[in-house]
């Protein structure tokens, strides 16, 4: 079962999971860290069977996923990352650019 096979409202599921965890994580974390965390916490990594689950939040019924799913799901994840990262890049740089006044006299904020 791939991604794109799944009915919408468990799609808009496991996004609002990956979203959720690139809210909370740090992104000074390395990939392979996010990741990690993310199917330990995010989709229930059971280390001794190697499966992973995703919990449903409104039924609290647990949902297997196989590893063509996981393996989309965490691909998602690392290009939603790297979009993240790119822009609060981007945000810094411009927050660099843009002068500031300050009593008239406009200032650097950064040099």
């Not at 590893?67 to 981007?90: F, G, M, N, P």
């Amino acid at each position: 079962m791939f991604y794109t096979d799944l009915d919408s409202n468990f799609k808009k599921k496991l996004s609002g999971s990956i979203s959720y965890h690139l809210r909370t994580c740090s992104l000074a974390d390395s990939d392979e860290d996010i990741v990690k965390d993310f199917l330990r916490y995010g989709l229930n990594e059971d280390k001794e069977s190697g499966t992973y689950e995703y919990m449903d939040k409104k039924t609290f019924e647990y949902i297997e996923l196989d590893s063509e799913l996981v393996k989309d799901l965490v691909k998602a994840l690392k290009e939603r990352l790297e979009e993240k990262r790119s822009k609060v890049t981007e945000s810094k740089k411009i927050d660099k650019e843009v002068p500031t006044k300050q009593n008239g006299k406009v200032i650097k904020l950064f040099d």
